[in-house]
């Protein structure tokens, strides 16, 4: 069994056990909707599915605890240029790579070791709480080289102009939000002074203040984590669908048949609303605050997902990302969630954090020791 953190920096780790019983007071709380929509779009593969299991209102039953835990890169490699499927014995010297890799880390420390170089990485957890998976996608029997699928050549798309500028004025990469304990290259740095996005924690990334799950874990889209709690739960009622992220404790709400909320109201994880395409869930979420920028995204976001399960250890899980003020064309991938029989818990991000007030009491420190030197010299 794999044990998973839940916390990604803060000193103190605490776990509890996730009830299902707070899923199911949300979802007693969500009204039932009536209208209906469709999204005819062609998906992405054609593999073909049996039969899957019934919920008792007669939905396709998507129930139970899975994990996006994988060793597929959600773009394609150089090395893998121009393949999107892997040879059994490619997928195989990926796979015992890292089991390679894993076993070496998880060797006791050398206690005569050097100090490392100034600057250089100490590490963080051992390999006690990594979960990121032991093996490439299977998709239709096929080793995948990437998530991403749409374009052909595995990449996510260039960015217009528009997105570019926005991107860059905003700090670009460093500074998104699944961002963590990064840095923006700002015109302050760029003069060589104190790099401003320190000064208070609403500065700091989306992700680093446990608000959304770095990695883009809850979506949407729904994205692998490549280190650990890649747990997913999901819990069914006729009228609404809760796909819950174990990272960050996030909670996508889809209400089935509905209509979208006012474009002036903006949500962290979107506004998602869903419909059933035979037995393939399809969820379109829109209505995205300009705060939360997926891979740079814009308010304009709009994320098409189709959640269909192959049989009963499978999910097939396929989205198309569209913006057409951040990306020259929509873009797409697919992987699979598997049946887990792990638990999912409490992601405590800041339970007993003292770190990040440390943080801030240096940093005021540090002020007062520098305007104390600016005053002498000034005598």
Partial sequence: ?????????????????????????ALALLPSVISGQRDDRKTL????TPTPSRTAWGHPDLQGNWTAATLTPLERPESAHGKLVLT???AEAIARTERERNEADARPSDPNRAAPAAGGSVGGYNQFFFDRGSSSVMVGGEYRSSIIIEPADGKIPPMTAEGQARDDALGGRTA???VVERVRRGQDQAQGEPEALFE??????????CILGFGWT?????LPNYNYNNGKQIVQTPDTVVIFAEMVHDARIVRLNGQ????????????SIGHWDGDTLVVETTNFTDKTRFQGSSEHLKVTERFRRVNENAILYRFTVEDSSTWQRPWGG??????????LYEYACHEGNYALVDIMRGARHRDAQQATEGAGKTK
């Avoid at 953190?5 to 996730?18: K, M, Q, T």
């Avoid at 809850?218 to 729904?222: A, E, K, R, V, W």
């Avoid at 979208?260 to 506004?271: A, E, Y």
């Fill in 334 to 343: 697919e992987y699979m969630w598997e049946k887990s029989d792990e638990p």
């Fill in 176 to 178: 998104r939000p699944d």
């Fill in 45 to 48: 593969t054609s593999d073909k």
């Fill in 88 to 90: 059994k014995a490619e």
């Fill in 200 to 209: 208070n924690p609403e500065q700091r990334p989306l992700a680093e203040r």
């Fill in 218 to 222: 809850s979506g949407t889209p729904m």
């Fill in 1 to 25: 069994m794999h044990i998973r953190h839940s916390a990604f920096h803060w000193p103190i780790v605490y776990r509890r056990f996730l009830s299902p019983v707070i899923v199911a007071i």
């Fill in 260 to 271: 979208h909320l006012p474009p002036q109201i903006r949500v962290w994880k979107g506004d």
